[in-house]
């Protein structure tokens, strides 16, 4: 089991995280995700703008009280726009939609929302989108999306191989499928801006894509220089060297969408910018993820299908069933938990013999096999 890893080994990158190992737990997790984002989207379907859908707008202010949604629904029952679409901004002004009705039509809505905010008729603002500009809106947004696929793949084939294309680019369609469902779920409407947020984060998830796939890149020059190395491996280390670097990004870049989501939507009431931060926040969110546990399980996933990886990962398999066991511990070491077996008392040895006098040694011999002088002593009595 690996050792857990504490805040400070995160800070200072000494992680060492089985991203690639766990794949079918992100996978799990994406695919539930992705199936809540896509039955919502077929059965409450996204919250399209006067800019998308055409029709006609009313933005005015009401004077002396509190505006209310059903309020104002009352106001405009009479008129047979009881189901239009209506928003409180801030704390004193209204925004209707509704179709695209006839100019005396849209004079007696003026009038009627006049009155109902105690303000001259001047003061309500009146805004006309016929449905024509609404699909070309549309369709140059589907344009502008498509072509951008189309540049980031050839770019990432280019620049890396098509392999990681389709790891970035099936990245990119979970980013966009999570952040389409978080709106309609959450029911916000989309509009223009909501398109340019939405080529922000996508261009933003392919940065921290393209992070993780230069690094692999680059470990992926030595792989194979280590026995029991293989791909997948390499690509965790890959993935915990710059995990610190993609977090950073992330954060900081939160930090002021979250400011222009709390702020200038909650405390100043501009919806511009809430439909713009809400897109950029869930999307940063969901690419920073994607990056990590979408792009690169299934880049790992398919290079360990090539001949030479899978190679690789073959004797990895087999180096590992046969390293030798351990071997056991001594019989007097105790098992975990218990006290060591005392050992038997050694037996009393027998008293030693008393040695020999020693016999007095003979002369010793030169080297040249001559035999040694005597002492001096020992000549003088034999002398005597």
């Excluded at 995990?243 to 900081?252: A, D, E, K, P």
């Excluded at 809400?278 to 990590?292: E, K, N, R």
């Excluded at 899978?310 to 019989?331: F, I, K, M």
Aim: glycine share 8%.
């Amino acid at each position: 089991m690996s050792p857990r890893h504490t805040f400070s080994d995160i800070i200072h990158e000494r992680t060492n995280f089985d991203f690639v190992g766990r794949a079918w737990r992100w996978a799990l997790l994406s695919g539930a995700v992705i199936v809540i984002c896509l039955v919502s989207l077929t059965t409450r379907q996204l919250n399209l703008g006067i800019d998308f859908e055409g029709g006609t707008s009313w933005l005015f202010a009401v004077e002396g009280k509190s505006p209310s949604v059903d309020d104002v629904r009352d106001t405009l029952r009479p008129l047979g726009l009881a189901d239009a679409k209506v928003q409180i901004l801030g704390s004193d002004s209204v925004r209707v939609q509704a179709e695209e009705l006839p100019p005396a039509e849209q004079e007696r809505v003026t009038d009627a929302l006049a009155g109902y905010g105690d303000i001259d008729r001047d003061q309500v603002s009146v805004n006309t989108v016929g449905p024509t500009w609404g699909d070309q809106v549309s369709e140059k947004a589907l344009r502008a999306l498509l072509i951008f696929f189309v540049v980031i793949s050839l770019y990432l084939w280019l620049r890396f191989e098509w392999k990681m294309a389709v790891g970035a680019i099936a990245a990119v369609v979970h980013d966009i499928i999570v952040t389409a469902g978080v709106y309609s779920i959450t029911g916000f409407e989309v509009t223009p801006a909501t398109v340019v947020a939405f080529l922000t984060i996508l261009g933003f998830s392919l940065y921290d894509t393209v992070v993780v796939f230069d690094k692999i890149k680059e470990n992926g020059a030595a792989l194979g220089t280590v026995r029991g190395d293989t791909y997948s491996l390499m690509v965790n280390r890959s993935m915990n060297q710059v995990l610190m670097r993609s977090l950073n990004t992330s954060f900081v870049a939160l930090l002021p969408v979250a400011s222009l989501l709390v702020v200038g939507s909650g405390l100043f009431g501009a919806v511009a910018l809430r439909d713009f931060a809400l897109a950029l926040f869930v999307g940063l969110l969901t690419g920073a993820y994607s990056s990590i546990f979408v792009a690169t399980p299934i880049l790992a996933w398919l290079k360990e299908r090539e001949p030479r990886y899978r190679a690789l990962r073959e004797r990895s398999d087999v180096a590992a069933t046969r390293q030798p066991a351990a071997a056991p511990e001594p019989a007097t070491v105790g098992a975990p938990g218990r006290p060591a077996a005392p050992s038997a008392p050694a037996a009393p040895s027998a008293p030693a013999a008393p040695s020999a006098p020693a016999a007095p040694s003979a002369p010793a011999e030169s080297a040249g096999g001559t035999r040694a002088p005597r002492p001096r002593q020992q000549r003088r009595k034999k002398r005597r």
